[in-house]
C-alpha cells in the first residue's frame, strides 16, 4: 500500500509540474479546458458560457522595467493596462499586499463597462529586482472565482539576480570664489565657472568675462 500510495504522490507531482508552463520570467498553470491567446507581450485565458452570458478574461502582461515602490507601479499600472482596456467608475478598492521571494504583489479591482458589458476588473501588480509583472482579470460573475484564484496562486517569477547598488555620482563641485576687498571696505567677488567665464561684482554692477567679450550686468 505504501508503495502504491508513493507512486501516486510521484505521478500527481509528475502531472502538475507538466501542466507548469513560462512566459517571460513568469511559470504558471494554465486554466483548464480555457481558451488561449497568445502575442509577444501577453498571454490571455478565457472561458465563456454564451448560454447564461458569463465569461471570464485571464490577462498576463510581459514584464517590465518598473521602481522599487510597489504601490507606485501599481498605479501606473492601473491607468495603462486596466483604463485603457475599460471604463471603470471608481479608484480601485486595494488589497493587502502579499510578498514572496523578493516579489511585492500589490492588488485592487474596480466596476468596469465595455461596449456596453459590465463586470469586475481586477489588477494584480507584482514588483521585483526593479521589475513588475501585471495580470488584468475581467469577469461579469463569480463563477470562476476558484479558477482565478489557483491561477494566480500557481504563479511564479524567475530568479532574479540581485540589482547592484548604483554608485553614487560624484558631487557637483561649486566654482572656486575669490575675494578682493577695496579700501573703502565693499568686497568684490569673482567667480570662475568651468565654461570659462569669469564673473566680477562691482559696487553697481556684475562683470562678466570670456576671452574678447565682456558684458556689464548693471543693477536697478
Known amino acids: 500500500m505504501k508503495k502504491i500510495l508513493l507512486f501516486l504522490g510521484v505521478l500527481y507531482s509528475t502531472i502538475l509540474f507538466a501542466q507548469q508552463q513560462t512566459f517571460d520570467i513568469t511559470t504558471y ?13 501577453s ?8 448560454a447564461k452570458g458569463n465569461y471570464c478574461i485571464i490577462m498576463l502582461l510581459k514584464s517590465i522595467p518598473g521602481t522599487t ?17 475599460v471604463t471603470v467608475s471608481t479608484p480601485p478598492e486595494m488589497q493587502p499586499p502579499a510578498s514572496e521571494n523578493g516579489w511585492e504583489a500589490q492588488s485592487g ?3 468596469f463597462e465595455s461596449d456596453g458589458n459590465k463586470g ?19 469577469t461579469n460573475t463569480d463563477v470562476y472565482e476558484k479558477e482565478i484564484s489557483d491561477f494566480l496562486e500557481s504563479v ?18 561649486n566654482p572656486p570664489i575669490t ?11 569673482t567667480t570662475n565657472f568651468d565654461d570659462g567665464w569669469t564673473g566680477t561684482v562691482q559696487e553697481d554692477w556684475v562683470e562678466v568675462i570670456k576671452g574678447n567679450i565682456k558684458v556689464l550686468l548693471h543693477y536697478p
Do not use: C, H
Not at 30 to 37: E, L
Not at 43 to 50: T, V
Not at 122 to 137: P, Q, R, Y
Not at 161 to 172: E, F, G, I, Q
Open 29 to 41: 498553470t494554465a486554466p483548464k479546458g480555457w481558451g488561449r491567446q497568445a502575442t509577444e507581450n
Open 179 to 189: 575675494t578682493t576687498t577695496k579700501q573703502d571696505g565693499f568686497a568684490f567677488t
Open 109 to 111: 479591482y474596480a466596476p
Open 120 to 138: 469586475i476588473a481586477l489588477l494584480v501588480t507584482s514588483t521585483g529586482f526593479e521589475k513588475m509583472v501585471n495580470i488584468l482579470v475581467m
Open 156 to 173: 511564479s517569477f524567475k530568479k532574479q539576480n540581485p540589482v547592484a547598488n548604483k554608485p553614487a555620482t560624484n558631487p557637483v563641485k
Open 43 to 50: 498571454i490571455q485565458f478565457s472561458k465563456e458560457d454564451a
Open 69 to 85: 515602490d510597489a504601490k507606485a507601479n501599481f498605479d501606473a499600472a492601473w491607468q495603462t493596462v486596466v483604463k485603457e482596456t
